[in-house]
């Protein structure tokens, strides 16, 4: 399967066809796959996966799952952070839950993430491998720790670079909270719109077009948000599930794309 990216052609492994549902245009997920054992959903950014430790009273996917679709129990395989958008499994039963669990805490589950830093990369490729604690300070962030820290190992590889920005794909091998974020910083590139690792500042286009000639008070951002996608997870027995960039990542990558020259 070829799809387009911002420009350019990537290819990728086919879809999972499963059952497709038409959700309420609010819903901050789509459902890309279900059968009887698991589902598979595009999460929309701002919602958490499952319970907060520090806030019992946000609002929580698996409990939206369970309502909409009125299943009795939904248990939660794997999280990615509340401001990241993209793939989450979950599965309908015990045993898969089991399964799967163990899969990704062997590191037999594929990841793939479509993010967008700040700055341009001097490389083309790069692995970064610092140990990292959760939770680590009274900010609750992730830090960097070699004496204390678990394995943490995350592959790089920058798609393209724009102004000062850069478009990358990163395959994380282990699964550490904010592991993504801690390690782009690391490497002298934070996340967009990072307000815990980096800036918060949202993204404007007369921020990196030249000649820019629209009304700076009528101006929206084109991102806000933490711009991390999860795009693609791959299971033990190769089936695919693909998520596509919201739009406000897609906007943001194309208009890069126009001036990368």
């Not at 499994?89 to 898969?96: L, P, R, Y």
Request: net charge positive.
């Amino acid at each position: 399967m070829i799809a387009n990216f911002a420009g350019r052609e990537y290819r990728l492994k086919d879809r999972v066809q499963g059952r497709f549902s038409k959700l309420k245009a609010k819903t901050p997920y789509s459902i890309v796959f279900e059968d009887e054992n698991l589902i598979a959903v595009n999460k929309s950014p701002g919602i958490s996966v499952g319970g907060d430790r520090w806030d019992e009273s946000i609002e929580r996917l698996d409990k939206q799952l369970q309502r909409d679709l009125t299943i009795s129990k939904i248990f939660t395989v794997h999280r990615i952070d509340k401001e990241t958008s993209g793939l989450v499994i979950f599965a309908k039963d015990k045993e898969t839950h089991k399964k799967l669990s163990v899969a990704f805490e062997k590191r037999n589950i594929g990841k793939t993430y479509i993010t967008i830093v700040h700055g341009r990369t001097s490389w083309k490729e790069t692995t970064c491998d610092l140990s990292l604690v959760p939770n680590g300070n009274k900010k609750h962030q992730t830090i960097i720790d070699k004496f204390r820290g678990k394995e943490s190992i995350t592959s790089f590889k920058c798609l393209f670079s724009a102004g000062n920005y850069s478009v990358l794909e990163v395959k994380p091998q282990t699964g550490r909270i904010h592991q993504i974020r801690v390690h782009a910083a690391a490497l002298g590139h934070t996340v967009v719109c990072d307000a815990l690792y980096g800036k918060e500042t949202p993204i404007k286009l007369s921020s990196f077009k030249r000649g820019w000639r629209g009304d700076p008070k009528e101006e929206r951002p084109l991102l806000s948000r933490l711009a991390l996608h999860a795009q693609e997870l791959v299971l033990p027995d190769d089936r695919t599930f693909y998520a596509p960039l919201p739009k406000d990542m897609d906007s943001l990558i194309k208009q890069l794309e126009k001036i990368k020259s």
